[in-house]
């Protein structure tokens, strides 16, 4: 997949077929316009190109914003990318874009800029200033510069029944599998590893301390979570803490893993982990050898997780 940082650097010598939004998840719901899209560029021998925007419009149309989201952009690459897209047009979002009109993003944008043939849209999507312009309005300007437009129904999206929104309140509630069954994949976190206090490995637990450099990410709540990484080409299980460690007197929120039956340096590398389920609440221990105790449980139930899962 080609990943282009803006309209202006994006370049071809064909016609392309072209869905755009946010696609904040790439969810469910997402993958059917996606799906749709990569079978139309492949029927027209066209690439299939999607636009989406950085930072999230809301994050720029609205001051207070505090929305959290779904992917970093990193990761929305990655998982376009594994849908077997062409081109990804990731275009900066700012006031100066959301003023244009309808006709001058269709005719500088689409029809000058992206040489679109075909335009893949949800049944409710809205455009130009103001998000004024409609589907009809689409459908005009495509008999006006040569464009077919392909709606996708209320009825595909809606079998789906799947929104960002939702997705985000089951992963604020700590409902991994809920979120992870409207996502259609494991809920992913992306940071490198870096130095920590190193108190897990003084008693045999030692863990990999992950920094998220996106401070938009949303992180699920304090706890224990199932989750795996691939490292070195390996899938490696293993359980994920986030929270304070308030056992050892921690005040800060960290994110640490601790993984089944590897022991390579991890330092400095940068892991994307995909979560399962939660375990349990964080709780404040007695002592060392109690949060030992259960660490040893934890690591129990999650092997016995993907035991039932394979």
Do not use: W
């Not at 029809?111 to 200033?129: A, P, Q």
């Not at 709606?151 to 029944?161: F, G, K, N, R």
Request: glycine share 8%; charged share 25%; with cysteine.
């Amino acid at each position: 997949m080609k990943i282009f940082n803006s309209i202006q650097d994006f370049t071809t010598n064909s016609a392309t077929v072209l869905t755009l939004g946010t696609f904040d998840g790439v969810h469910k719901g997402h993958k059917t316009i996606i799906d749709k899209l990569t079978a139309t560029a492949k029927a027209a021998g066209a690439a299939s190109t999607v636009l989406t925007f950085f930072p999230h419009p809301r994050m720029v149309l609205q001051q207070h914003s505090d929305i959290k989201l779904l992917n970093t952009i990193n990761e929305k690459a990655y998982l376009l990318e594994q849908c077997g897209v062409d081109n990804l047009i990731i275009h900066p979002f700012d006031h100066a874009f959301s003023r244009l009109t309808a006709e001058e993003f269709v005719k500088d944008i689409l029809f000058d800029k992206l040489n679109i043939n075909h335009i893949i849209i949800g049944y409710d999507h809205r455009f130009g200033r103001n998000r004024t312009a409609t589907i009809t309005d689409l459908e005009r300007f495509g008999e006006q510069y040569g464009f077919e437009v392909i709606q996708i129904s209320a009825l595909e999206i809606d079998e789906v029944s799947v929104s960002s929104t939702k997705i985000r309140n089951a992963l604020d509630s700590g409902d991994i599998v809920t979120a992870n069954s409207f996502l259609g994949y494991p809920y992913l976190l992306t940071g490198t590893v870096v130095k920590g206090k190193e108190i897990g490995r003084t008693i045999g637990f030692p863990t990999a301390n992950i920094d998220i450099a996106e401070d938009y990410k949303l992180i699920p709540p304090i706890g224990i979570y199932v989750v795996s990484s691939i490292i070195d080409g390996k899938n490696v299980f293993g359980m994920m803490s986030i929270g304070t460690n308030p056992t050892v007197g921690g005040t800060t929120r960290t994110i640490e893993v601790n993984y089944l039956d590897y022991d390579g340096d991890l330092y400095g590398k940068e892991l994307r982990i995909s979560l399962y389920s939660k375990i349990r609440d964080e709780e404040k221990f007695e002592s060392l050898d109690a949060l030992k105790e259960q660490l040893v449980k934890d690591g129990q139930a999650t092997r016995a997780f993907f035991q039932n899962l394979l």
